[in-house]
């Protein structure tokens, strides 16, 4: 157990004195040099060593040079059309079918993952079928996820879609 001294002191605590540096007597003749008079030699030496660490760092074997573009544009056209052929089957299943909710799952999965590749894509943002085919698929996955994957899709939502996927499929045949 504790001794109630060691809790609470019965003294008041002094101030500590400041730290006086001890005399030297094999002080040098000249004063030390200014901080300005050591600035060029710490400066080089910085210089060096940053020199050495970016070199170091920034080489292939620790950086390995990735190219920017997620795949290959043929990638990207089979991709696209995959993702068209899915929705198209998906939208244009009845609503009865036992095999809609497990299709519209799959649906999701596949433009997830569509949207998470080619999104950050600064080449594709402008083309026309990247465009139309991002537009489609929010308009599918915001359906299904607002009413759940076995409501059916009202028909004008259901003729946009697949009026953005026929000029999405367009556009990927002319290479846009």
């Known amino acids: 157990m504790a001794s109630p001294a060691l809790l609470t002191p019965a003294s008041k605590l002094k101030p500590l004195s400041p730290i006086k540096p001890k005399p030297n007597s094999t002080a040098p003749l000249s004063p030390p040099p200014t901080p300005q008079q050591q600035q060029p030699r710490n400066h080089h030496a910085r210089r060096h060593f940053l020199s050495l660490a970016t070199a170091i760092l920034t080489s292939p074997f620790v950086l390995p040079i990735t190219p920017a573009f997620a795949g290959s544009d043929e990638e990207y056209v089979k ?16 609503k009865n079918d036992p095999n809609v909710a497990d299709a519209v799952a799959n ?23 990247f465009r139309d085919m991002y ?36 556009a990927l045949s002319r290479g846009r």
Do not use: C
């Open 79 to 94: 991709d696209t059309e995959d993702v068209i052929n899915k929705v198209r089957t998906t939208v244009n299943m009845d």
């Open 107 to 129: 649906l999701r999965e596949t433009s997830n993952s569509w949207v998470a590749k080619y999104r950050r894509e600064k080449a594709l943002l402008g083309r026309a079928s």
């Open 135 to 170: 537009s489609a698929l929010n308009a599918v996955t915001g359906h299904y996820v607002s009413f759940g994957p076995t409501a059916p899709i009202p028909s004008k939502r259901r003729a946009r879609i697949l009026e953005e996927m026929d000029t999405a499929e367009k």
